[in-house]
């Protein structure tokens, strides 16, 4: 999973597997989310910024609780 915070207190998770040819997303790069296979990049929120990915990542639940963050 990769855990973003786009503002304060606001988390969201997604899988890391690349919506394009199934590469794992490897880094975040100030706020994007980058696949290092072709370069496709994806917002904190998860959707497309940059292709050749044609959806965003798949967005996973979680909970936040007593300072953990954990899937629900
Ligand atoms: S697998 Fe991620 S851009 Fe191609």
């Excluded at 899988?15 to 990049?41: D, E, K, R």
């Amino acid at each position: 999973m990769v855990v973003t915070q786009a503002a304060a207190g606001s988390y969201a998770a997604f899988s890391t597997t690349c919506p394009h040819q199934g590469c794992a997303v490897a880094s975040v790069a100030g706020a994007s989310i980058v696949c290092p296979c072709h370069g496709s990049t994806f917002a904190l929120d998860g959707s497309v910024t940059n292709g050749p990915a044609q959806t965003g990542l798949t967005s996973r639940p979680i909970m936040v609780a007593n300072g953990e963050i954990t899937l629900a």
